[in-house]
């Protein structure tokens, strides 16, 4: 079914609004416009939502277990949220970490972002595969669905490789811990992506799903946006990546950069990979040109 912003926003019921200014700053992007008014329409009834439909998993796992008469917790919840680079998943993701972690029966949620589990840049060039970064291809995508397929499993511990934006590598040095959650969420722009034919895909392991959409033309703008606001901040650290970007390069060629980024990268893998995905999504949040949610589309079963 899809709902417009004014009937979804009424479905936050009695929901409270916990998340003031402050931690709502700390939990958005660069150049993400989401505001509390976003968090309130939009985040509180998803977060009533997702309660319902963990509080449903977990009293199906405590009959069960009951049945076998055992007495081991319940499995963690996997939500994915996917859809394009520069469409704000990230600020989605942390949002709903945040908000969810307040209902007394999941208070433990982990966040966990695909491009950990990115192939290392060397590997990506013996490959040739440098200008597909973000691509199915360039994930390690085995690693990705053994450590969702055993955190689901019950393992306790975890230790994850960490990508860099600031380095465009991972560190090889770094670990992400990720302990037992009650909720685990998976954010990335491949989440979404079906098995090949005799394999498991992490979106197998999925309890519930989110793809953040819009116009492909108006992400386009927010990724050249951002890219010109890194440039002034991100890209001024010496060990950023891009720091040339900031340094060396004019303002006009380093929007033509971008722009060459977006067209022959991002929009390439929008399109061919990432939006056919969005028919699998459990919920579709739809933004219109200032970032703020339009629709929201919910499969009901
Ligand atoms: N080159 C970069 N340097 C520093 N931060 C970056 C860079 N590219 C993206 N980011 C940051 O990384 C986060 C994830 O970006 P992205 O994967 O494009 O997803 P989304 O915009 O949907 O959250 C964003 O918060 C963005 O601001
Ligand atoms: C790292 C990304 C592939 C996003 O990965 P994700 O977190 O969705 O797994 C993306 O931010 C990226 O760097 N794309 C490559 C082209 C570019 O520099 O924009």
Redo the contacts with the bound molecule.
Sequence with gaps: MELDRDAWAALRASTPLSLTEADLAELR????PTSLEDVRDIYLPLSRLLNLYVGATQQRHAAVRDFLGETDRPAPFVIGVA???????????RLLRSLLAQWPNHPHVELV?T?NFLHPNSVLQARGLMRRK?FPESYDRRSLVRFVSEMKAGAERLDIPVYS??H?DVIPEERQTVHRPDILIV???NVLQPATAGRLAVADFFDFSIY?DAKVGNIRN??LD??LE?RRT??SDPR???HHMATTTPEDEALEFASKTWRTI?EVNLVENIQPTRGRATLVLYKGGDHRVRRVRLRKT
């Design positions: 992007g660069t150049t993400d859809g394009s680079v520069a469409v704000g998943k990230s600020t989605t993701a972002s491009d973000g934006h600031l465009y954010e990335g722009i953040v927010w990724y951002r890219f890194l991100a890209f950023s990546y891009f991002n």
